[in-house]
């Protein structure tokens, strides 16, 4: 080992990156053929790029200012049915709101919750996992059995009561939920960069004296990155639906807010004679954690076959 | 006769087309005789032997043939008499002991398994605890006779307390259980240490001698093999392509591929000639060459190889499938 | 031997309560907005009476490490305060309301064991038939769908569509049940009410389903796929060449090995149970302990949430450990 001739030429580095670069670039070719031939994953992806195209373009597209109340058209039946509007298309609520421009501004809400909570929860936890694999010692230790007292708490259990404490609303909500959620994470980290820790990969890094950081985050990190952003996605579904069960019970995003949860629960008031409310709010959920998890289970498939269950 | 095998076909439908795991073999096996039966991996041994017990994994179903075994045809029969003849006509051991016990039973229920199955104490007289003291001695008797020490403890233990070498005698406890006319043995020492593979084939051999059961044995070992066997099959790409006695093939392979199994045995005697392995690989099942399936990798090739080749009886039991024999 | 492993586990679960009690207690003193700071800041619809009980009850005019004391003292005696808006203690509201969660959980988990472990198993041996397919595909959905959706539209469609089955509480108001344990199946079983019994069986459909589906999703999934990778084994094999009949090659060689990997999961699923069991009661107007604490939330009886979230904290540790046990009889590999 000792003969191997250090290299600190920057060229060779650029080389290097750009190497790798291109092969980043190969995979990602090589992953969208093979979500091709995987119905589900890509039914899932093209569903679930139909949803962001809505949170994006949401201004624009709703019929009516979501949180506009009109009296005169409460409780109205969606558009095909006797006694429906054309321009409230799924109906409305018990104050008149649009429903349909309600469920379109509740896409924002839904995702940007999804995807706020896990990418704090992957920064968190993939760091923290990644010290405490790499280095073990007494942070380790801590980290550990910290983790292990949160996952001792049921999920929901966990977010109710934070929530309860905490108050309603978006920003306790993120913090609610990923107070927990990092846990998901760190784990997986941890046990991966344990294993990872002794290949060859990482030895040949420490005998070339690559810093610990660099072995930790250019080396090991993109090996372990397929894992993550497996968990992430699917995590993304049930985060979706950790949101809409508090908001559902009022401790989440509150009415007159357009999150799905409370709409449910608005609705629930009026289930004999607007069924409509509830029942369409819902279903938004159900689609959007259908095409999460099932482009989640389709990048599992391709990404992470050790993941996968034999099918 | 025990057991006259004609034509046996098994055959697995996969997307790409059906691959001949097993294509028109055809073995006699006399009471308490031990025949090889020897070949590459994924030949189409094992899933010979899987045949005669009509347990052929999906996709794969025998297409063809007959098993006549005491005078009936097993591939007649209904799936029920299958499986009441399984472990009490026939009885088979598996390549590699330490998955083959499972793992949540101890060890001495699973053999006492066998024998309720079979209700081997089944007479009416006996009431259940009698019955049960019954199996249970019986166990600890087959255990002594595997080689298994200490039988009253390790009754109670699991497949995981035990070691490869007694994981395999206990298997063989369980096939010797209901004294089978036949014992079926796929690879069993492959999985084992050296040392222990002399065991339990000398094991196999004592069985064999004290209960007269006959044992047919695969093996990818040519040298095992002719230790134990008396008459050896010598099976490439789903076909027997050579049969005869263990002395005749060993002295006299006919078989080009006999010939370099032979030279591919390591041999400690310093004055050998060097191993020759044989050139290529393992055809590709689902395509294999529509004449001698042997013709890639044969020296001797010529022209009249390009057809299918018949087995040729050169009698007393010889039998080859070559074009260079009359 | 198997005493000792027993007492063991037993005794590992010890500092995990601990840690929950601190973490519950981190969590009410210590982040922002805590009711204390409520209390203290938005008095408004908190009488100056009620602080003053807090105060007295949280020893909040002591400092932080003090406070815990007294916290994890009480926790050991079992004292977990009194609510504010009852006037009674927490604990007895709490064994109030616990037959009816319990027995809303036990139901679930019937439902869901009952329905997934056979379906896992049919699936797997019928890998990619019909049957397969279509209870993967419903399983699927069990996975993805929201609780409180789901008992929404059971409710819709059983009771508010086809008027069959009751929307809310555990049994009707014409009917009197003598109330022994609590477990009003139990009790009308005890006391020969059949007419209770069948209106409690009637209430108990609907919420049990909703809250065992989940469940049953994902026990189904991980039975399935464990009783495929079992099915490989050669020891399956085996039994069939022992002359074992197929059922019993399943039933008896298979499947108890396939449910070492499904009783974990089993075991972190009653977490979900305990979870969605908030949103069952809800949802169903079932009077237990969810419902308790959620009512308790908007009132901000904090004492009353404190004790039941802390309850349900345990009891997910206590259903761990019992499973745990559990486990060391079905895995051999780890008993002794």
């Not at chain 1, 049915?81 to 109906?91: D, V």
């Not at chain 3, 041996?125 to 959706?149: E, H, L, W």
């Not at chain 3, 169903?284 to 349900?312: A, C, E, K």
């Amino acid at each position: 080992m000792s003969q191997v001739q250090v290299s600190t030429d920057k060229t060779v580095l650029r080389e290097y990156y750009l190497l790798r670069l291109r092969l980043a670039g190969i995979n990602f070719l090589q992953f969208i053929n093979k979500l091709r031939r995987h119905p589900a994953g890509m039914t899932g992806l093209i569903v679930l790029l139909f949803f962001v195209f809505i949170a994006v373009a949401d201004p624009l597209i709703v019929p009516h200012n979501p949180k506009e109340v009109h009296l005169e058209d409460k409780l109205l039946p969606p558009a095909w049915m006797e006694g429906g509007k054309s321009e409230y298309l799924l109906g409305t609520d018990q104050l008149g709101m649009d429903l349909f421009s309600r469920i379109i501004a509740g896409t924002r809400i839904s995702l940007l919750i999804g995807v706020l909570t896990v990418g704090i929860s992957i920064m968190i936890g993939t760091t923290l996992g990644m010290l405490s694999g790499y280095y073990r010692g007494t942070l380790d230790n801590i980290l550990a059995r910290f983790a292990d007292l949160l996952l001792s708490f049921p999920w929901l259990i966990f977010a109710i009561f934070t929530m309860a404490v905490i108050g309603p609303g978006f920003g306790n909500l993120v913090f609610a939920l990923t107070f927990k959620g990092w846990v998901g994470f760190f784990r997986l980290v941890r046990g991966e960069v344990l294993s990872e820790k002794t290949k060859e990969y990482v030895e040949a890094a420490r005998a070339l004296g690559q810093s610990h950081f660099k072995i930790m985050f250019q080396e090991i990190l993109p090996n372990i990155m397929n894992s993550i952003i497996v968990l992430g996605t699917l995590r993304i579904g049930f985060m979706i639906i950790m949101e809409a069960s508090l908001s559902f019970l009022g401790l989440g995003i509150q009415y007159p807010e357009p999150a799905w949860g409370s709409m449910v629960n608005v609705g629930r008031n009026y289930l004999l004679n607007a069924w409509w409310i509830s029942t369409f709010s819902g279903l938004a959920i159900l689609l959007l954690v259908l095409a999460i998890n099932m482009f989640g289970e389709g990048l599992r498939d391709i990404l992470d076959p050790r993941l996968r269950r034999i099918e | 006769m025990l057991l006259e095998v004609n034509n046996l076909q098994t055959y697995f439908q996969t997307s790409r087309g059906s691959i001949k795991a097993v294509d028109g073999v055809s073995i006699k096996l006399e009471q308490g005789e031990i025949l090889g039966l020897v070949g590459e991996s994924g030949c189409g041994k094992s899933m010979t032997l899987l045949s005669l017990l009509r347990l052929v994994p999906h996709p794969g179903a025998i297409v063809g043939g007959e098993i006549l075994f005491q005078g009936g045809d097993l591939l007649k029969k209904s799936s029920r008499e299958m499986t009441r003849m399984r472990g009490r006509d026939l009885a088979m051991i598996f390549q590699d002991p330490m998955t083959t016990l499972n793992p949540v039973f101890k060890v001495g229920e699973q053999i006492r398994e066998s024998l309720r199955i079979h209700n081997i104490f089944n007479q009416s007289r006996f009431s259940e605890r009698k019955r049960l003291k019954q199996e249970k001695e019986r166990v600890i008797q087959l255990m002594e006779e595997t080689g298994i020490p200490s039988p009253m403890d390790r009754y109670y233990e699991y497949p995981h307390q035990f070691s490869g070498g007694m994981q395999q005698r206990a298997v063989i406890a369980i096939a010797l259980s209901c004294e089978p006319k036949i014992l079926l043995a796929d690879e069993p020492t492959t999985a084992l240490d050296v040392t222990i593979q002399a065991q339990i084939l000398n094991l196999m051999e004592r069985i064999n001698r004290s209960h007269g059961m006959a044992v047919i044995l695969v093996t990818h070992d040519l040298g095992v093999a002719a230790e134990f066997c008396r008459r050896i099959a010598v099976m490439y790409a789903g076909k027997i392509i050579e049969q005869g006695l263990t002395d005749e093939i060993i002295e006299n392979p006919l078989h080009p591929y006999t010939q370099g199994l032979l030279r591919s045995i390591p041999h400690i005697v310093p004055d050998k000639p060097r191993l020759r392995p044989i050139r290529g690989t393992v055809p590709d099942l689902l395509n294999l060459p529509p004449g001698c399936t042997f013709l890639p990798r044969c020296d001797y090739a010529v022209e009249v190889c390009k057809e299918p080749q018949e087995m040729r009886d050169l009698g007393n039991g010889r039998l080859v499938r070559c074009a260079r024999y009359k | 031997m198997q005493a000792a492993k027993i007492a063991e586990r037993i005794l590992i679960a010890i500092p995990v309560v601990i840690g929950i009690g601190i973490i519950i207690f981190l969590i009410m003193r210590l982040t922002p907005g805590d009711p204390v700071d409520i209390m203290m800041g938005q008095a408004g619809h908190v009488s100056a009476r009620e602080i003053e009980l807090l105060t007295e009850q949280w020893h909040l005019n002591e400092p932080l490490h003090i406070q815990l004391g007294y916290f994890l003292r009480d926790l050991a005696r079992g004292d977990l305060g009194t609510s504010f808006t009852k006037g009674r203690p927490v604990w007895d509201l709490i064994k109030g309301a616990l037959p009816a969660t319990l027995e809303l959980a036990l139901g679930a988990a019937i439902f869901a064991l009952l329905l997934a472990i056979p379906i896992g198993v049919i699936s797997a041996v019928k890998q990619n038939s019909f049957i397969d397919r279509a209870s993967m595909t419903v399983a699927f959905f069990g996975i993805c769908m929201p609780v409180f959706y789901l008992g929404i539209i059971l409710m819709l469609v059983f009771s508010v569509k086809m008027g069959v089955l009751p929307t809310y509480g555990r049994i009707s108001y014409e009917v009197m049940l003598h109330k022994v344990t609590g477990f009003y199946m139990l009790d009308s079983i005890i006391t020969g009410n059949w007419a209770a019994l069948g209106s409690t069986l009637k209430h108990l459909i609907l919420p049990s389903i909703t809250l065992g589906f989940p469940m049953a999703a994902i026990v189904a999934r991980v039975m399935r796929s464990s009783m495929l990778e079992v099915l490989r084994n050669d020891y399956v094999v085996m039994a069939r060449a022992k002359g074992l009949r197929e059922f019993s090659v399943i039933v008896k060689h298979a499947m108890r090995n396939a449910m070492i990997p499904t009783v974990t999961v089993i075991g972190l699923e009653i977490g979900m149970l305990l979870g969605g069991n908030m949103i069952v009661e809800t949802v169903f107007s079932w009077p237990g302990l969810g419902r308790l604490v959620v009512n308790s939330i908007f009132v901000r009886d904090y004492p009353l949430v404190q004790g039941v979230v802390m309850v349900y904290a345990f009891t997910f540790v206590a259903a761990n450990l019992v499973v745990d046990i559990l486990y060391t009889y079905i895995n051999p590999k780890i008993s002794i």
